[in-house]
């Protein structure tokens, strides 16, 4: 199973990123799928997951500015961050979710400059 992460960098505040995972080996429309985040000192927290139903769950503080969203025929998933804030810089990481199944990405790096 390989859960393949791109799509970050370095943004000014305000900004917009779209983050995005491919899922290879694994049966991808029935996993539950989630963007999580750790930023420095801090620990990893759920950002938003998208069930193979489609329901979205966001965390508090990305409602409104963040958009999780998953193409079943191409196996990803994409994180759309918009008005993006200095709090938001993390690694950002993809997983892949179903009964005993616990998938993690490799990460990528989100920098939101003020």
């Known amino acids: 199973v390989q859960l393949q992460a791109s799509g970050g960098g370095l943004v000014q505040a305000g900004g917009s990123l779209r983050l995005s995972c491919k899922a290879s080996?694994?049966?991808?429309?029935?996993?539950?799928m989630a963007w999580y985040r750790q930023a420095p000192g801090k620990q990893r927290e759920l950002v938003a997951l998208i069930t193979s139903g489609g329901s979205r769950n966001y965390a508090d503080s990305v409602k409104g500015r963040f958009t999780i969203s998953r193409d079943n025929a191409e196996n990803t998933v994409d994180l759309r961050m918009n008005n993006l804030k200095p709090e938001d810089t993390a690694v950002y990481y993809c997983?892949?979710?179903?009964?005993?199944?616990?998938?993690w990405g490799q990460g990528t790096q989100v920098t939101v400059s003020s």
């Open positions: 080996r694994i049966i991808f429309s029935i996993h539950t």
């Open positions: 997983n892949a979710n179903y009964l005993r199944d616990d998938y």
